[in-house]
Nanobody
Framework: VQLVESGGGLVQAGGSLRVSCTVS????????LGWFRQAPGKERELVAG???????YYTDSVLGRFTISRDNAKNTVYLRMNSLKPEDTAVYYC??????????????????WGQGTQVTVSS
């Protein structure tokens, strides 16, 4: 299973960005998915997760600003980021695990990871 992210870049504070992650797996619809991020000097954290049934979870700091979604026909998960802040600057990683029915919150449960894409928000 391979995960390939795209869509990172540089944006001004208050702006928007969408990152995408395409998964090379025929049974994509049976995978729970997550977006994590890691800022310099900090631990990697879960930003948002989505279940096979499209139930979602968001960490408090992004609630109301970020939206995770999935398109099973395209084997792709998205993270739409609005009202970006400098503290959102990080490398963003998508992750996947074969898990039906619930959002997966723990990093250790994810089996597959993308290479990461840099998101930089300037003040």
């Amino acid at each position: 299973v391979q995960l390939v992210e795209s869509g990172g870049g540089l944006v001004q504070a208050g702006g928007s960005l969408r990152v995408s992650c395409t998964v090379s797996e025929d049974t994509f619809s049976r995978y729970a998915l997550g977006w994590f991020r890691q800022a310099p000097g900090k631990e990697r954290e879960l930003v948002a997760g989505i279940s096979t049934g499209s139930t979602t979870y968001y960490t408090d700091s992004v609630l109301g600003r970020f939206t995770i979604s999935r398109d099973n026909a395209k084997n792709t998960v998205y993270l739409r980021m609005n009202s970006l802040k400098p503290e959102d600057t990080a490398v963003y990683y998508c992750a996947a695990v074969f898990r039906i029915g619930r959002v997966v919150l723990r990093e250790s449960e994810y089996d597959y990871w993308g290479q990461g894409t840099q998101v930089t928000v300037s003040s």
